[in-house]
């Protein structure tokens, strides 16, 4: 797949495009945001987000037979996001695109559904130097739960071509905080010998991602195995 003037071409011809009315101002995107639609429907949940009424959309959705819909141009802030939070950022509908993946949040994930969606991911990472993949749980997490436990986020992240860093664990029960230090929100308690992945450090903090599990945090550093 490949992406010309901020639209996605598969194999050569434009996915299918039908702009949203409900989009901001110019998006110079840094993190790709994953969502599910909560819906069993497609063609409802496409209708919602072209509806002004709706004030919700997102730059793709793609089906459970892996079809893509794009609903608006990659360089236009969309509304996914809503109240939301990440490395220092507030309102991730300012620096991230959108893909909502049908899915009515109990559903597992299709296999082609995830394969398509992998591709796009890494045509987005690659022709954005996207920072990050997330789930929209980690960035609002008291609201929140998509994708879900069934989105497997970690290995998601690294076929995107984001990388995981260092592989640790902690050395006792260790606050998780939305960022590095302690007057940020807590967001989990992780046990003794929880295994993380180090993604970078600030000072005395690390930005991890926990295992087997899609939470994302920083951590004190002195805390973590060597």
Excluded at 25 to 52: C, E, F, Q, R, V
Excluded at 204 to 225: F, I, R
């Amino acid at each position: 797949m490949e992406i010309v003037n901020h639209l996605l071409y598969n194999q050569g011809k434009q996915v299918t495009f039908k702009q949203t009315p409900n989009h901001g101002g110019a998006l110079n995107p840094k993190y790709l945001l994953i969502h599910y639609d909560a819906s069993n429907n497609a063609t409802g949940a496409i209708s919602w987000m072209l509806s002004p009424t709706s004030k919700v959309s997102a730059h793709l959705h793609i089906d459970r037979e892996g079809k893509i819909v794009q609903l608006a141009k990659f360089n236009q802030v969309c509304y996914h996001a809503g109240k939301s939070t990440w490395d220092g950022l507030n309102g991730l509908n300012n620096y991230s695109i959108g893909i909502e993946l049908q899915n009515n949040g109990v559903q597992d994930y299709t296999a082609i559904q995830l394969a398509v969606c992998l591709q796009v991911s890494k045509s987005l990472v690659s022709h954005y130097k996207l920072k990050d993949v997330l789930g929209h749980e980690q960035v609002s997490p008291k609201r929140k739960i998509d994708p879900g436990k069934k989105f497997p986020m970690a290995q998601f992240r690294k076929d995107s071509g984001i990388g995981v860093c260092d592989v640790t664990k902690t050395t006792t029960d260790l606050n998780l905080r939305e960022g590095a230090g302690t007057e940020f929100a807590k967001l989990a308690v992780l046990k003794k010998d929880t295994i993380v992945t180090v993604k970078s450090v600030s000072g005395d903090w690390s930005k991890v991602d926990v295992v087997n599990s899609n939470l994302s945090g920083y951590v004190a550093s002195k805390y973590l195995t060597a």
